[in-house]
């Protein structure tokens, strides 16, 4: 416990750290994260299979299959064809299901009883991020050739002759090794911190009430409101993930001009 | 990568840090870490909302990348946040 403005405030890694449920002292460990993460499968295995033996059934959407549209038609308008065109459609079933995944593994963090975001552990982030690098890598090479790849991605055309070893070394760090970084650290921080804000208030709130009942309703609106605020997040999170992948397969797809 | 954090952790907090200092030292490395990407994301948003006032029909375009470019400027934030508790730790 560590005392924040008089308050008592559990240390970050009691938040964020469960003990082990199943197989403890194995590397199968499974704790509480591990199987909200087996959730977010089954969830997202469920609403896909159920919208298409719906829509089997009838043309006419309703219920699930109304969500499961509205996300494809999301991802391939808002995302594969403003990033890739139309040469990348075929990318749209790994984008939705990406999509979808890391949506509702951000919404763990507001969903009342369960309340924490299979993302704020730096694995699952870092895993996804390993799966996009692996994939524009792969398609870059196979796209342009393992020299044409590295030609375009190393020497971007309209540098200075003298700039260029300069250059190369920057384009290098930022394309093999930042952009996994950052991709998996930006899911991983926001979700971090947005349980962070939610657990400060829930902390501030119940240590005021226990003192004077009306002190705490400000925080308390605070708690509520950025609850909601962090539904926006765990979309936008989603959203952002998926563009910057879209952006990178895109990029490898084909050679700047 | 972990290695290097904790050399520079070691380097930033001395032999033997207090907790007070560690503490003051993540605080330091967040809000320093802030500024930046503040003024980026900043001039962002303003310069997309000027583009949307110009023409309301490219909005959803302007949108698009606006995110993208909120992206990656408040990457290095992050990064700052993160490190604050690597530092505490």
């Known amino acids: 416990m560590r005392s924040i403005l008089a308050l008592e405030f559990p240390p970050v890694s009691h938040l964020v750290e469960w003990q082990p449920l199943y197989f403890e002292g194995t590397p199968f460990e499974v704790n509480k994260v591990v199987l909200l993460m087996w959730l977010a499968v089954v969830i997202v295995l469920g609403m896909f299979f159920a919208a298409g033996r719906k829509s089997k059934a009838s043309l006419v959407p309703t219920g699930i299959t109304n969500v499961v549209e509205t996300g494809v038609e999301f991802v391939r308008t808002d995302v594969v064809l403003q990033t890739m065109g139309p040469a990348g459609l075929g990318y749209t079933p790994f984008l939705v299901t990406v999509f979808f995944f890391v949506f509702i593994c951000n919404l763990f963090e507001v969903i009342p009883g369960i309340q924490m975001p299979v993302n704020a552990r730096m694995a699952i982030p870092a895993f996804l991020a390993i799966i996009v690098w692996v994939i524009f890598n792969v398609v870059g090479i196979k796209n342009q050739g393992l020299g044409g790849y590295f030609k375009s991605m190393l020497f971007p055309p309209g540098v200075p002759k003298a700039l260029l070893p300069l250059v190369a070394l920057i384009e290098l760090v930022s394309t093999v090794f930042v952009r996994p970084f950052s991709l998996a650290v930006r899911l991983f921080a926001n979700m971090l911190a947005g349980h962070l804000l939610l657990v400060s208030f829930a902390v501030l709130t119940q240590a005021l009430f226990s003192a004077t009942i009306v002190g705490a309703v400000v925080p308390f609106g605070l708690l509520v409101a950025l609850t909601a605020f962090e539904v926006l997040v765990s979309g936008l999170q989603a959203f952002i993930f998926v563009i910057l992948t879209a952006v990178y397969i895109g990029g490898a797809m084909h050679p700047e001009h | ?89």
């Open chain 2, 1 to 89: 990568m972990l290695d290097t954090l904790g050399i520079l952790a070691q380097a930033a907090g001395g032999a033997d840090p207090t907790p007070g200092l560690k503490v003051i030292g993540a605080g330091i490395v967040y809000g320093g870490a802030a500024i930046g990407p503040g003024i980026g994301i900043g001039i962002v948003v303003g310069n997309a909302i000027t583009a949307m006032a110009r023409q309301p029909e490219a909005a959803g375009m302007v949108r698009t990348t606006m995110f993208l470019g909120i992206a990656f400027t408040e990457a290095l934030a992050l990064f700052g946040f993160v490190l604050s508790f690597l530092l505490q730790g």
